[in-house]
């Protein structure tokens, strides 16, 4: 596609319950990355995935959060039982091979709130 | 102490003024720096990038980077009120994992 596509945008949940957050990258990019923005704060990393191996996933906040890629495009982001400090808007970004991070690009988001 | 500190403003300023945005760091290790703007829900996107030390140029926009002081800057000038976005500093060591600050919200009125 012509940009990181995620879905979906908004995601209303109640606490306890599990969420997919899902991400399509850029045609032939090999990196994703997950990124986590809450409300007034930075960009947080998650995870990094090359191709469908996530030689850091250093960034995961807890083993409530899991990440997977397959077939070096579609990425998903598991979130199980949230909890209301997992509100925030969940980035994904990618990149073509053999660049760095300055050319990164990333998708509009899916703003997970949790009640 | 947070790897990249940002003031997060806000900050306001009329329409042709110059601005400037700024970023502090602690590890001397990160050598690649990049500024992203980041409109209301919408995803950042790559504005300036800038390898090491030194200034870099494009249009209205320049960004400095200071290693000795820790310290890198964004001028924008004669600014628009379109330019009203959240703008992130970014660094970053290996060139693939990027530390960001907490981001600066701009609003130039007209």
């Known amino acids: 596609g012509a940009g990181v596509s995620q879905s979906p945008s908004n995601k209303v949940t109640e606490k306890g319950k599990d969420v997919e957050l899902r991400c399509d990258p850029i045609s032939g990019h090999t990196a994703l990355y997950w990124y986590r923005q809450r409300l007034g704060q930075g960009l947080e990393f998650l995870i990094y995935?090359?191709?469908?191996?996530?030689?850091?996933k250093s960034g995961l906040p807890s083993d409530r959060f899991s990440a997977e890629r397959t077939g070096e495009s579609v990425s998903t982001l598991t979130i199980q039982r949230t909890q209301q400090e997992d509100s925030a808007v969940y980035l994904c970004a990618s990149r073509p091979p053999g660049t760095g991070a300055n050319v990164l690009t990333f998708g509009a988001g899916s703003r997970l709130t949790v009640l | 102490q947070k790897e990249v500190e940002q003031d997060p403003g806000p900050l306001s300023v009329p329409e042709g003024a110059i601005v400037s945005l700024n970023c502090t760091y602690s590890n001397s290790a990160f050598q690649y720096f990049m500024w992203y703007r980041q409109y209301s829900r919408k995803g950042p996107e790559l504005l300036m990038y800038?390898?090491?030390?030194g200034n870099k140029e494009d249009g209205r926009f320049t960004a400095q980077v200071d290693k000795s002081s820790k310290y890198i800057s964004l001028f924008i000038r004669d600014s628009q009120p379109s330019d009203s976005a959240t703008y992130l500093c970014a660094m970053s060591e290996s060139g693939y994992a990027l530390n960001f600050g907490k981001g600066t919200s701009l609003l130039v009125t007209p």
């Open positions: 800038t390898y090491s030390s």
């Open positions: 995935f090359q191709g469908n191996s996530a030689p850091d």
